[in-house]
């Protein structure tokens, strides 16, 4: 068996587009170099992406974990030299060495977060299964095998969980409907197109934690009479697609997936497919067209997909963060989720943060927490230095924020209140260089190459936006176009078929409104 103490390099792509593996492969020659013997495990990213590549050492299972970040491969020799492994390069709390960060769970940003659906992140080689299981997982699969399927929905139903994926719809109600819907086969489909901007985070738990999405996925499936899942992955995320591979077999073999799950004489079958890189597809119902291997476009709704979804047949769609928040809920009870949070929205939220900010990563807090904390207290400021002017919350499709409105908490009511919205939880940071005339036009420009050309609304209405965003800022009849732009913009919210056409116009107005001078330059 081997020993030695257990140093973690992560295998998320963020790290690794930084230099994880040059820097695991550089730990593994200079332990063999010096006949050290040491463990070597690939872990998720702790989400603090300003210190990646983070490494970290435990000198034995389960004990304290330090810190030393970011790492170069250039940096491996010093850390042996420095005794690294041996805990003497952070000697009673003082660092001996210039990249020693200290026991990883004490670093603020880290600390003071609440983890519920992040809790093994990091923490974990994501595709063990023996690692996942002592680290509380299946817990939540325990309780659902031993409750009937409508005592599974009630508790999703009493956490208050809402879709993650942006429109936030109560997913126990979903749930519920999808269980009283009849049907020779139904369906759960995880919605893992995660396509805005500035997000990340189910990309995180797919990398760092598959086994939790696994493990609710079947829950859901207990929960509603699916006996088949699919999980609806962008072809973006090569490092996802092998690590949720990997699970998935795992996870059959040891008898979580596949027939009679753990003895229980209940089903489940798992596979990932492959988008084809269509922003549209993480719309549910284009997705279920992409899924059944048509073009992706919009259905109208009603039916919805939970009484027509896959082939026709009632199905459950919801995305990465649900879906990974429910084995929680089932595991702790719905009470327990939903003393987190504030008004309707209860539990917690994974917020990314990214662009022009200091300290970009992931943070889960409870409902609540305002945007100035998220920016200040947590981001640590703009990167460059500078005012933060905007920030564009919920991706391409989220309104442009001014200071004015950072203490706004993070609320679905309260940004509803604001005409903003919080979609997926993702936080893109400008500092006052930004052309908000040009943010707007983008937005616009986004619309018209990514819609899917159903509706009218959506497919010539981003067109001609673009056309008088032009005219505006080039100082053409500047208030009719104005005024023309403002009135697109109503009819793409009335009249479009889904959110891409029917939301475009919120960072276009916000714009507008906000910052009305960048508009009037010429």
Same mark, same amino acid.
């Given at each position: 068996? #081997? ?22 492969? *550089? ?22 992406? !300003?210190?990646?590549?983070? @490494? ?13 970040? %970011? ?14 492994? +041996? ?50 997982? !299946? ?13 599974? /929905?009630?508790? @999703? ?17 979903? !749930?519920?409907? /999808? ?25 995180? @738990? ?14 859901? =499936? ?15 995320? %090569? ?14 073999? #040891? ?49 919805? %997909? ?5 082939? =026709? ?10 879906? *990974?928040?429910? %084995? ?19 539990? +917690? ?16 807090? *409870? ?40 203490? +706004? ?61 032009? #005219? ?20 793409? @919210?009335?009249?479009?078929?889904? *959110? ?20 009037? #330059?010429?």
């Amino acid at each position: 068996m #081997k020993r030695g103490p257990i140093i973690y390099v992560p295998r998320d792509s963020g790290a690794l587009s930084v230099g994880a593996e040059s820097v695991a492969q *550089a730990i593994a020659a200079e332990a063999l170099l010096r006949g050290i013997e040491i463990q070597l495990v690939r872990n998720g990213s702790r989400g603090m992406y !300003w210190l990646e590549p983070l @490494v970290e050492v435990a000198l034995t299972p389960g004990g304290r974990r330090d810190g030393f970040g %970011p790492v170069r491969r250039d940096d491996v020799a010093s850390l042996f030299e420095a005794g690294f492994h +041996t805990g003497a390069a952070t000697a009673a709390g003082a660092s001996s060495h210039p990249l020693a960060l200290g026991p990883v769970d004490q670093i603020p940003y880290l600390a003071s977060q609440q983890r519920l659906t992040f809790a093994r992140v990091g923490i974990v080689d994501p595709v063990s299964v023996a690692d996942y299981e002592a680290h509380g997982g !299946w817990r939540g699969l325990q309780a659902a095998l031993s409750l009937d399927p409508m005592a599974i /929905v009630e508790h @999703v139903v009493t956490s208050g969980l809402r879709g993650r994926g942006g429109a936030a719809f109560p997913t126990g109600i979903k !749930w519920r409907t /999808v269980a009283g819907a009849s049907g020779p086969q139904k369906y759960i489909v995880a919605n893992a197109d995660e396509g805005d901007s500035g997000t990340f985070s189910d990309r995180m @738990v797919m990398e760092g934690d598959p086994f939790m999405l696994i493990e609710g996925m079947i829950i859901a =499936g207990l929960a509603v009479g699916a006996t088949q899942g699919y999980i609806y992955l962008r072809s973006e995320y %090569p490092h996802a697609h092998a690590v949720l591979n990997q699970a998935i077999a795992a996870a059959t073999v #040891k008898g979580y997936l596949g027939g009679n799950i753990l003895g229980s004489g209940r089903d489940f079958h798992l596979e990932v497919r492959l988008g084809a890189g269509a922003y549209i597809c993480g719309e549910e119902t284009a997705l279920l067209e992409s899924l059944e291997g048509k073009r992706g476009m919009v259905r109208p709704k009603p039916p919805l %997909p939970a009484i027509e979804g896959l082939f =026709g047949r009632p199905t459950v769609v919801n995305n990465v963060i649900t879906l *990974a928040s429910v %084995p929680f809920i089932l595991g702790e009870g719905g009470a327990a989720y939903r003393d987190y949070g504030e008004g309707r929205s209860r539990g +917690t939220l994974p917020l990314q943060l990214a662009g022009n900010i200091k300290h970009g990563g992931l943070v889960e807090r *409870a409902f609540g927490i305002t945007l100035r904390e998220l920016l200040y207290d947590y981001g640590g400021g703009s990167r460059s230095g500078r005012p933060i002017r905007a920030v564009q919350v919920g991706g391409p499709l989220g309104a442009y924020l001014p200071a004015a409105q950072f203490d +706004t908490p993070i609320d679905y009511e309260a940004f509803l209140g604001i005409d903003a919205m919080l979609g997926h939880g993702g936080i893109v940071v400008f500092d006052d260089t930004v052309d908000m005339a040009r943010m707007a036009r983008y937005a616009m420009e986004f619309c018209a190459i990514e819609s899917c050309g159903k509706c009218t609304p959506c497919r010539i209405g981003s067109t001609r936006g673009v056309e008088v965003v032009d #005219k505006i800022v080039a100082g053409k009849e500047r208030a009719a176009n104005t005024a023309l732009l403002r009135d697109l913009c109503d009819t793409m @919210v009335g009249g479009s078929l889904c *959110a891409l056409g029917g939301m475009t116009p919120y960072p276009v107005l916000s714009a507008l409104n906000h910052f009305p001078e960048d508009f009037a #330059k010429s």
